[in-house]
């Protein structure tokens, strides 16, 4: 290289020319340049590619990244989104199924359902079912709680537990208002009384106190009359009752005490006329004349009159009695004599019914029994103070007494054994025992014999009259 102003051959490194001092300016060859500046250009060029190379490659895994997580995001969602189909379409199924639970009144089921949803998300629709359901559930149970209340009471009414069986009618009633067992907590409080009562009548018969006893009886008849007790039920009682009477009757006999055994037998005919035991005991015993007398022979007008005067009382069929008959039985017995021999004094209220005054039935009861009558409605009868109520019947056979034997006892009683007969009025009332026999072979489809009978009677003086009045009838 050389000076531009003289010449001077340079060195690489001279910054001016050392012979004439100019500042050494050096030009570039073009070749130079041109090699420089390729190589300038392919360096950037180099560059660039690696700069486009690197920007692709962080581009690409930019968009991995992106394209990663976008991923994770839509499967998260994806899965999160199945989970939630799955689980509401399980809920809903839930809802389904307590559904057809509250059919078929399985509501703690479906309350279970219920609650099991609303674990699961809030629901108002869901919350009312719920409610619905409990309501529900809570009857379902106390029906339920109530029925068996009300069965296990019967049960022990059947066995005799009045008490409890109360004691469980009246929970029935904290579930569940019911007149019916209303009544039956009143029918076994009846029956418990009767029971109580029926015990301690046995307490009285066992120390021979036979009055109160047939006092006692006589209350349980009122406490009975007009009160819808189960037959069934009283029926038990009074078999109990009866069968420990005979045991006490047991005990008289093992002492020979035929006035204890008179006494009870007729206490087990007040509760029960008909009780086959009692009647077929005293029939074989005779009680109502251990001995008898001496056997009368009845002419024409004495035949008729005892006739009559038993016929009195087969015509009403009334009950069997030892000593003293029931109230009841009197004023059915007197209000019946009078409609049958006395209808005059009927007042004719209708074609089907009339009155009778009471003073009339206080005459008969006097008259047959020689006894005072406390007036009451009875079983057959009603009664407004005054006058009971009659209802007319016609056409009915009515039995008349026919007298077999006849015996003085000595001390102004009879005993008098006889038969019903119905004979629709072939037979006066002066028949004797040789013509009831012809009559029945004359007329074998037109009299019948009724039940043997046997009664007890005596004389007393009524209106001036020296009449018969009974003092006791069996059914032989």
């Given at each position: 290289?050389?000076?531009?102003?003289?010449?001077?051959?340079?060195?690489?490194?001279?910054?001016?020319?050392?012979?004439?001092?100019?500042?050494?300016?050096?030009?570039?060859?073009?070749?130079?340049?041109?090699?420089?500046?390729?190589?300038?250009?392919?360096?950037?060029?180099?560059?660039?590619?690696?700069?486009?190379?690197?920007?692709?490659?962080?581009?690409?895994?930019?968009?991995?990244?992106?394209?990663?997580?976008?991923?994770?995001?839509?499967?998260?969602?994806?899965?999160?989104?199945?989970?939630?189909?799955?689980?509401?379409?399980?809920?809903?199924?839930?809802?389904?199924?307590?559904?057809?639970?509250?059919?078929?009144?399985?509501?703690?089921?479906?309350?279970?359902?219920?609650?099991?949803?609303?674990?699961?998300?809030?629901?108002?629709?869901?919350?009312?079912?719920?409610?619905?359901?409990?309501?529900?559930?809570?009857?379902?149970?106390?029906?339920?709680?109530?029925?068996?209340?009300?069965?296990?009471?019967?049960?022990?009414?059947?066995?005799?537990?009045?008490?409890?069986?109360?004691?469980?009618?009246?929970?029935?009633?904290?579930?569940?208002?019911?007149?019916?067992?209303?009544?039956?907590?009143?029918?076994?409080?009846?029956?418990?009384?009767?029971?109580?009562?029926?015990?301690?009548?046995?307490?009285y018969m066992q120390k021979g106190n036979?009055?109160?006893?047939?006092?006692?009886?006589?209350?349980?008849?009122?406490?009975?009359?007009?009160?819808?007790?189960?037959?069934?039920?009283?029926?038990?009682?009074?078999?109990?009752?009866?069968?420990?009477?005979?045991?006490?009757?047991?005990?008289?006999?093992?002492?020979?005490?035929?006035?204890?055994?008179?006494?009870?037998?007729?206490?087990?005919?007040?509760?029960?006329?008909?009780?086959?035991?009692?009647?077929?005991?005293?029939?074989?015993?005779?009680?109502?004349?251990?001995e008898l007398g001496e056997q009368m022979?009845?002419?024409?007008?004495?035949?008729?009159?005892?006739?009559?005067?038993?016929?009195?009382?087969?015509?009403?069929?009334?009950?069997?009695?030892?000593?003293?008959?029931?109230?009841?039985?009197?004023?059915?017995?007197?209000?019946?004599?009078?409609?049958?021999?006395?209808?005059?004094?009927?007042?004719?209220?209708?074609?089907?019914?009339?009155?009778?005054?009471?003073?009339?039935?206080?005459?008969?009861?006097?008259?047959?029994?020689?006894?005072?009558?406390?007036?009451?409605?009875?079983?057959?009868?009603?009664?407004?103070?005054?006058?009971?109520?009659?209802?007319?019947?016609?056409?009915?056979p009515l039995p008349m007494a026919v007298?077999?034997?006849?015996?003085?006892?000595?001390?102004?009683?009879?005993?008098?054994?006889?038969?019903?007969?119905?004979?629709?009025?072939?037979?006066?009332?002066?028949?004797?025992?040789?013509?009831?026999?012809?009559?029945?072979?004359?007329?074998?489809?037109?009299?019948?014999?009724?039940?043997?009978?046997?009664?007890?009677?005596?004389?007393?003086?009524?209106?001036?009259?020296?009449?018969?009045?009974?003092?006791?009838?069996?059914?032989?």
């Amino acid at each position: 290289m050389t000076c531009k102003q003289c010449n001077q051959l340079l060195k690489e490194d001279d910054k001016f020319c050392k012979k004439c001092g100019t500042k050494v300016t050096r030009e570039v060859d073009n070749n130079e340049n041109a090699i420089g500046e390729n190589n300038i250009t392919k360096a950037s060029v180099n560059r660039d590619d690696n700069n486009t190379k690197i920007f692709k490659t962080n581009n690409k895994k930019k968009v991995a990244i992106i394209s990663s997580i976008t991923a994770v995001v839509i499967v998260t969602a994806m899965f999160f989104s199945i989970r939630y189909y799955r689980n509401d379409k399980y809920y809903a199924g839930l809802i389904e199924e307590a559904s057809t639970f509250m059919t078929n009144a399985q509501y703690q089921e479906a309350i279970d359902l219920y609650k099991n949803y609303l674990d699961y998300k809030e629901d108002p629709e869901v919350v009312e079912k719920l409610s619905q359901a409990k309501e529900l559930e809570a009857e379902r149970v106390a029906s339920e709680q109530y029925t068996f209340n009300i069965t296990e009471a019967n049960q022990l009414v059947e066995s005799g537990q009045y008490i409890d069986a109360i004691r469980l009618y009246e929970q029935a009633l904290d579930y569940k208002y019911d007149d019916s067992i209303n009544n039956k907590i009143i029918e076994a409080q009846m029956l418990q009384e009767i029971s109580e009562t029926y015990n301690i009548i046995i307490r009285y018969m066992q120390k021979g106190n036979f009055e109160e006893a047939i006092s006692l009886i006589n209350q349980i008849v009122t406490i009975t009359k007009g009160n819808d007790i189960s037959n069934n039920f009283k029926n038990v009682l009074d078999e109990n009752f009866i069968n420990q009477s005979l045991e006490l009757v047991d005990n008289y006999l093992e002492v020979e005490d035929y006035s204890g055994v008179l006494n009870v037998l007729e206490v087990i005919l007040t509760v029960d006329p008909y009780e086959s035991r009692a009647v077929d005991l005293i029939s074989e015993l005779d009680l109502m004349s251990l001995e008898l007398g001496e056997q009368m022979s009845l002419d024409q007008e004495a035949q008729r009159e005892i006739n009559i005067f038993l016929s009195n009382f087969t015509e009403v069929f009334f009950p069997d009695y030892i000593e003293t008959p029931l109230t009841e039985n009197l004023i059915n017995f007197a209000v019946r004599h009078q409609h049958i021999n006395n209808s005059n004094a009927i007042k004719s209220s209708s074609e089907s019914d009339g009155s009778l005054h009471k003073d009339r039935v206080a005459w008969s009861v006097d008259r047959f029994f020689g006894l005072n009558v406390s007036h009451q409605r009875t079983d057959q009868y009603d009664f407004d103070g005054t006058y009971y109520k009659v209802l007319f019947a016609n056409g009915e056979p009515l039995p008349m007494a026919v007298v077999q034997e006849m015996y003085d006892n000595g001390d102004n009683t009879y005993t008098v054994y006889f038969n019903e007969v119905f004979s629709h009025d072939l037979l006066d009332y002066r028949v004797t025992p040789a013509d009831l026999e012809k009559a029945l072979e004359q007329n074998p489809e037109r009299i019948w014999m009724g039940d043997a009978k046997k009664a007890v009677v005596t004389r007393h003086y009524f209106n001036g009259e020296n009449a018969y009045k009974l003092l006791a009838y069996t059914t032989l």
